[in-house]
């Protein structure tokens, strides 16, 4: 009985391989960046969520691709820090939205600095157009496997 021979494509010809490489480096450098303010990488997402409206944590949580329990977590994190606060209805106290305190309000415009410096450093060997042409193409990627982010403007 002879074996059959399998090909076996080369991994550096794996989109993912270079995909997810990139995207660990540019996420460590920010999450190494916002630690040195004991932010996590998620609680920013949030703070920068809500710099612009306050939110119901549901909207929150369907806007940013993340569960009602992790948000209701991440909150629970920035009000301990005082970066964000619960609000319920006066006719109904079950109901909440999260807004962002002035503290809040004034760490969002530095998180945003180190944020596009980060951005700024790590693809900085791309020319504009090509930084415009890959959020287009990555955009179009997570349309086509349904990973959508609804902005809040």
Same mark, same amino acid.
């Given at each position: 009985m002879s074996e059959k021979k399998t090909t076996v494509s080369p991994l550096e010809e794996h989109l993912g391989?270079?995909?997810?490489?990139?995207? +660990?480096?540019?996420?460590?450098?920010? !999450?190494?960046?916002? /630690?040195?303010r004991e932010i !996590?990488?998620?609680?920013?997402?949030?703070?920068?969520?809500?710099? +612009?409206a306050a939110a119901e944590p549901s !909207?929150? /949580?369907?806007?940013?691709g993340m569960t009602r329990g992790a948000i209701t977590k991440i909150?629970?994190?920035l009000v301990?820090?005082?970066?964000?606060?619960r609000v319920s209805r006066e006719d109904d106290r079950r109901f909440q939205r999260v807004e962002l305190t002035? /503290?809040?309000?004034?760490?969002?415009? =530095?998180?945003?600095?180190i944020a596009d410096a980060n951005d700024a !450093?790590?693809?900085?060997?791309?020319?504009?157009?090509?930084?415009?042409?890959?959020i287009a193409l990555l955009k179009k990627l997570a349309d086509t496997m349904e990973?959508?982010? =609804?902005?809040?403007?």
């Open positions: 391989l270079w995909m997810r490489r990139v995207s +660990n480096h540019v996420s460590q450098r920010f !999450a190494d960046g916002l /630690a040195a !996590a990488v998620a609680e920013w997402v949030l703070l920068r969520e809500l710099f +612009n !909207a929150l /949580a369907e806007r940013i909150v629970d994190k301990a820090k005082g970066f964000a606060q002035a /503290a809040g309000k004034k760490i969002v415009p =530095i998180l945003a600095e !450093a790590c693809f900085a060997g791309l020319h504009k157009s090509e930084r415009t042409q890959l990973l959508r982010y =609804i902005p809040t403007e």
